[in-house]
DNA sequence: CGAGGTCGGTTTATCGATACAACAGCCGGA
DNA sequence: TCCGGCTGTTGTATCGATAAACCGACCTCG
C-alpha cells in the first residue's frame, strides 16, 4: 500500500480511504489511486486488514455430512445468499457428532469467523451458548430445548403429522415410522431435548393415534440412503406387512423405496411412502416421492436476517423463526390407478 | 498472549513457541504456560498470525454448484480429507461459468488462501495460470488443454467408450447418448478444449463406430436433474425409438430414468440406461444405475498430494494425474429377466 | 584448552492496514 | 481582519503473533 501511495503521490492513509471508502476523497486524488492500483497490480491484504479491523468478513457453516442431499442443498442455497451480503462461507463437517459441532464451535472462533451458522443434532442450545461465548451463532434445523440462541426451525411435528395424516387419509392403517426414535420415548426431551427425528416422529405418532383402527411401529435403521435401503427391504419382508411408510427424511424414503423394490414390492400399489424435506432427488425419483417441503427459502432468508443481526448486535434477544411448510403429494403416495400429470 | 506470557513468567515468545511447536521448551515452563493458556482461556488470533506467517491455513474449493451430488460428494471428501493436512476448505460456487471460476481465483487471492483446488470447466490451463499467478492451483476433473497447471482427471474417453460398449455388448443399436455435444463437433477441443462432456462424449463414439449395425445420437439438455427428465421423456416419444441411452453424468441419468418412466418405458426392460461418476443415489435408484465409477479415492488423494507438493515448491514441474476406472454393472443394463442380488 | 555446538530462553523488528487525532486550506459571517 | 466550521489529507500508534538474532550456560571434541 505504500508503494502506491508512493506512485500516486499521497499517503498510504488516502490510498486505505479509496479502497475502504470509510471516508471521502476528491475526484482527483481518488483517480490518481486508482490509477495507481490498476497499474501495479495492487491488491489489499486481507490478514491485516482482518488484524486491525477485528472481523474477518467469513462466517461457518457447519452441518453434519455434505455429501447428503438436503445439508449440501442448503450449503448451497446459503454460500450463495451470503455472498450477496459480502460474506464468504467455509463449511466445517461435523459428522452428527458432539463432539464434531463443539469441535466446529471453537474451531470457529479460533479461525476468528464472524459467525456460525450451526446445523445443530447433537447439541443443545446451552452447550451451544457455553462454546460459543461472544461468537455470533445461528441454530439451524431443530427446535433448541432453551430459547437462548437465535434458532431457525422448521414445522417437524406439523409437517409430519401432516405426512403420516396423508397416509391414513388415503386408507392405510399398519404403518412405520422410519427414522424414529422409539415410540415410547419421544417424550422425553432426550440427551438435549429436541431433534428433528424427535420432533417429527411426535407429529407422526398424534396423527396416528387420531385414528383408532391404526397402528406403527418405528424404526431408526441409521440417517444414510443406505440405511434406508436396508429398512425397506426388512420391512418388505417382515412377517407383519405394513400398508404405508413415513420416512422422516427424504434421504431415507429414497432407500426406502429401493429397499421396497428389492424385495418386489411396489410403490405406490403395494404401499405408500411419504418423505419429508423435499430435496431435489424427490421430484425425480421412481415413483417420485410426495413429501414434507419446509419453507427452504424462507428459512434461509431467516438465517441471514438473524445472522446479520446479531452480528450488528451481539446483546439483542435471541429469536425464533420457524418456516412455513407444504405437503407435496406425488406418486408415492397415489392410490394405483389414479395417474398423475407428468412433472410433479 | 502477553497476559499470558505475564501470568506463567515468561516472555511472549516463549508462549509462541509452546502454542505452536515451532521450537522446544522445557516442561516445566510449557505446563506452566499450558496452565495460564488454560486459566485465562486464551486463543490465538489467527488473523495476526497469518499476517506474520504469510499463510493462511486454508485452500479454496471452487465448484460449479454444491447442490450437485457429484460435486457435494467431492466437497465432502475433500474437506475430510484436507482437514487431516491441518487445512481448512472454503467453498466456491462458480455457477459452471467462465467469469465465475476466474472470480473464484480471483477471491482466492485477494482473500490469500494458501491454495485453490478448481473443478474448471470453462477455463483453460492458459487462463488459470495467467489469473493465479504464485498462487497454487490443482485443476481438477477435466483434462486440460495444455500441461501447465497441475491437473487431476479421471478416464473420461476410456470410461465412456465403455459404458458404450456395454449396452453394445447387451444387444442395444440404437443409442442416445445424453450430454454429448453435437456429434460432428467433437475433435474440435473446443473453447478450451476438453471438457468432460465432450471427451465422455468422445469414448461414446468411439464404442459405437465400432459396431458397423449400431448407431446413435447426441442430445445435450443441460446438466442438472430436471435436464434429464426432459431428455428421457423426449427419447420416450420421439418418432424413432431407442434401446439404450449413455448420460454421460449419473444426475443426467438418473433424471432420464425418470422421464422414461413418466412415458411408461421401462427400464431395462425396454430401455437400458448406463451412467457416469458413480454418485451414492446411482446404487439406490429404482432400477438401479449401472455407472462408470472414477476412482474417487485415488483423485482426492491425488488432488492433495499434488497441491501439497505445490504449496511447498512453487516452481515444481506441473503434473497430470488420471485415475483408473471401473465398471459398474447394475439394473439398469440386466437384460430383462435376468435378476441380480439385492444391494448392488 | 579453545573452537564450535546445543539448549532454553529473551529482545526487537517486522508483517500490512487502519483508527484517530491533528492539520492545512478555504469559505462565509461578524 | 479574524474566527468557527467544513473538507480533504497526513503522521503515527496500534492490532497480535512471530522470525531472526542474540545471550548465557553448559557440553564436546580435536
Redesign the pocket.
Same mark, same amino acid.
Given at each position: 500500500?505504500?508503494d502506491v501511495?508512493a506512485a500516486a $503521490? #499521497?499517503?498510504?492513509?488516502? #490510498?486505505?480511504?479509496v +479502497?475502504?471508502g470509510? /471516508?471521502? #476523497?476528491?475526484e482527483?486524488? /481518488?483517480a490518481a489511486v486508482l490509477g495507481a492500483v490498476e497499474r501495479l497490480g495492487?491488491? #489489499?491484504?486481507v490478514?491485516?486488514?482482518s +488484524?486491525?479491523? $477485528?472481523r474477518t468478513g467469513v462466517v461457518g457453516l457447519a452441518v453434519p455430512a455434505l455429501d447428503s442431499p438436503y445439508f449440501s442443498q442448503l450449503a448451497g442455497r446459503l454460500v450463495e445468499r451470503l455472498a450477496r451480503e459480502g460474506l464468504r462461507v467455509v463449511v466445517e463437517q461435523t459428522g452428527a457428532s458432539r463432539e464434531g459441532e463443539a469441535a466446529a464451535v471453537r474451531d470457529s472462533r479460533v479461525n476468528a469467523y464472524d459467525g456460525l451458522v450451526l446445523s445443530a443434532v447433537g447439541l443443545g442450545a446451552g452447550d451451544v451458548r457455553a462454546l460459543a461465548g461472544d461468537l455470533p451463532v445461528v441454530a439451524l434445523g431443530e427446535r433448541q430445548d432453551l430459547r437462548r440462541v437465535d434458532h431457525v426451525g422448521m414445522a417437524n411435528v406439523e409437517g409430519a403429522r401432516a405426512a403420516a395424516g396423508l397416509l391414513l387419509e388415503r386408507g392405510c392403517r399398519r404403518l412405520a415410522v422410519v427414522g424414529s426414535p422409539p415410540w415410547d420415548r419421544l417424550d422425553e426431551p432426550g440427551d438435549h431435548g429436541g431433534d428433528a427425528f424427535r420432533l417429527r416422529a411426535l407429529g407422526a405418532r398424534e396423527a396416528v393415534r387420531a385414528v383408532p383402527a391404526a397402528s406403527a411401529r418405528a424404526l431408526a435403521p441409521g440417517t444414510l440412503l443406505e440405511d434406508g435401503v436396508r429398512c425397506g427391504r426388512e420391512l418388505a419382508l417382515a412377517a407383519d406387512p405394513v400398508d404405508g411408510v413415513v420416512a422422516l427424511t427424504d434421504t431415507l424414503a429414497l432407500g426406502v423405496l429401493r429397499g421396497l423394490a428389492d424385495a418386489g414390492l411396489r410403490v405406490p400399489d403395494d404401499v405408500l411412502v411419504v418423505g419429508f424435506d423435499d430435496v431435489r432427488e424427490a421430484s425425480a425419483s421412481v415413483p417420485s416421492l410426495s413429501t414434507v417441503s419446509p419453507g427452504h427459502d424462507e428459512m434461509v432468508e431467516a438465517v441471514v436476517r438473524l445472522l446479520l443481526r446479531r452480528m450488528a448486535d451481539p446483546a439483542a434477544e435471541p429469536e425464533e423463526v420457524f418456516g412455513p411448510f407444504v405437503l407435496l403429494e406425488r406418486e408415492s403416495t397415489r392410490p394405483a390407478g389414479r395417474s398423475l400429470a407428468p412433472g410433479r
Open positions: 500500500m505504500r501511495a $503521490g #499521497v499517503s498510504t492513509m488516502t #490510498v486505505s480511504n +479502497l475502504s470509510r /471516508r471521502p #476523497v476528491s482527483e486524488t /481518488r495492487y491488491q #489489499v491484504n490478514a491485516a486488514r +488484524l486491525r479491523r $477485528g
